[in-house]
């Protein structure tokens, strides 16, 4: 905080005035005060109890002059503020708090991550009942096919007893082969529904 100023050649001009002029009614205490501060050739700082009794002087006295006036080309004095040297225990509760924190809000960001996670898609551990969930329709796709194409090939066959003619038995297994692969969907379709849990 401050409490001084520094005062230029304006205050040292006219306190010198102010020191010739009044040898008897100026206070020893202010006369020897202004003469300390007229001795230093470099900066000068008065304090202000010094300014106070040097106004108060010059309203009692009657001076054509103010205090104002000599402060024209004044400033103030603002000393370097001297930071206190920190707390070693407060220091170190500082950090172990702020580790703390950084730990609480990484474990936040970080609650919904698995480390199984393989990609942006899910974990493996879903991949592999994708995987699994996959072949079984690879299975049943193929089971289907095999079924048809079985049917086909045993109405075919078996029609060459009844039918002599070429397009007859193929048309009688086609026949055949569609009744059975409708079956196969039916029932395929059932099936699905039951695993879905729709009635």
Do not use: W
């Amino acid at each position: 905080m401050t409490s001084a100023f520094v005062v230029g050649d304006q205050f040292r001009k006219r306190a010198s005035e102010v020191l010739e002029q009044t040898h008897s009614s100026l206070p020893e205490e202010l006369r020897t005060q202004l003469r300390a501060l007229l001795k230093n050739k470099g900066q000068i700082t008065l304090s202000f109890s010094t300014a106070r009794q040097l106004k108060k002087y010059l309203q009692d006295a009657g001076h054509p002059f103010y205090l104002h006036e000599l402060l024209e080309d004044s400033s103030l004095h603002l000393p370097e503020v001297v930071k206190p040297p920190r707390n070693p225990e407060l220091v170190a509760r500082l950090e172990i708090m702020k580790a703390r924190l950084a730990n609480k809000e990484y474990n936040k960001m970080t609650r919904n991550v698995n480390n199984q996670e393989m990609n942006r898609n899910g974990t493996l551990a879903e991949f592999g009942q994708q995987v699994r969930s996959a072949k079984a329709v690879v299975v049943t796709v193929f089971n289907f096919l095999v079924t048809v194409v079985a049917t086909f090939a045993c109405s075919y066959m078996g029609s060459q007893y009844l039918f002599t003619e070429t397009t007859a038995q193929v048309i009688s297994a086609v026949i055949a082969s569609s009744v059975v692969g409708l079956a196969e969907l039916y029932i395929l379709v059932r099936t699905m529904e039951g695993e879905l849990g729709e009635p």
